[in-house]
């Protein structure tokens, strides 16, 4: 059972474009929603995080969406670049082991890809 | 300051063979998580350290997976008598505290795996 949903697979957008990528998940315990970007042969790198506490949080180009009721979120990449061509993952996770962050339980990932 | 490194980058294996794989996180960070990275999808947790202790080994794929944080600092991975099937990339993950937020999870450049 995948917790964490996530689309679309892939996503071609033109320079300058608003790429949107979309996740639900299921279980009401997560309380931390991170989006991370990986490059080929790299690690994956923290791009901006949510608690649900707020239904949106912007940082730079990057904006999460958070709709608690629908249990969504979703990442919106403003004025997209080529260099912004990756592979984009939701993530959650909650409070476990007795009051620590957990482990986070990702999507499959988008690809990512912006036209000159 | 330096990152999360991770060591060999690459390792070949012979189908039987015991493999180690290194990670050393941020100095300081008490939380430690590995991950197994398949080809084309998201990260998918294996086990997560406090310090030295091992709080979750629930991931972990069979009993020929192994790892240990004997100092609460660097962690080692172990997988004998490897199999095709544990190809894939392994990321190691640390963060600063687990108990406040920040919650945001570091991540190394991993070490591919590949079984023949």
């Known amino acids: 059972q995948q917790q964490v949903k996530q689309s679309p697979q892939s996503l071609i957008v033109q320079k300058g474009g608003i790429p949107i990528i979309n996740c639900a998940y299921e279980?009401?315990?997560?309380?931390?929603f991170p989006w991370y970007q990986q490059f080929p042969g790299k690690g994956p790198a923290l791009l901006i995080a949510?608690?649900?506490?707020?239904s949106e949080k912007k940082e730079g180009r990057f904006t999460i969406s958070f709709n608690k009721s629908a249990k969504q979120f979703s990442l919106h990449i403003m004025d997209s670049q080529p260099g912004d061509s990756a592979t984009y993952f939701c993530?959650?996770?909650?409070?476990?082991?007795?009051?620590?962050?957990?482990?986070?339980?990702f999507g499959k990932g988008t690809k990512l890809s912006v036209k000159p | 300051g330096a990152g999360v490194s991770q060591s060999p980058r690459y390792k070949v294996a012979k189908r039987g063979q015991d493999v180690a794989l290194r990670c050393d996180p941020i100095?300081?960070?008490?939380?430690l998580f590995w991950y197994q990275q398949a080809l084309g999808q998201g990260p998918e947790f294996l086990t997560y350290?406090?310090?030295?202790?091992?709080?979750?080994k629930s991931g972990l794929p069979s009993d020929r997976f192994f790892a240990e944080r004997p100092e609460g600092s660097v962690s080692t991975l172990k997988i004998q008598r490897t199999q095709k099937e544990d190809s894939a990339v392994y990321l190691c993950?640390?963060?600063?505290?687990?108990?406040?937020?920040?919650?945001?999870?570091?991540f190394g450049p991993g070490t591919r795996l590949t079984v023949t």
């Open positions: 949510i608690r649900p506490d707020v």
């Open positions: 350290f406090q310090n030295e202790a091992q709080l979750d």
């Open positions: 993530a959650a996770s909650y409070m476990n082991y007795g009051g620590s962050q957990g482990n986070l339980i």
């Open positions: 279980n009401t315990a997560f309380d931390y």
């Open positions: 993950a640390s963060s600063r505290t687990p108990t406040e937020a920040p919650y945001e999870q570091y």
């Open positions: 100095s300081g960070h008490v939380s």
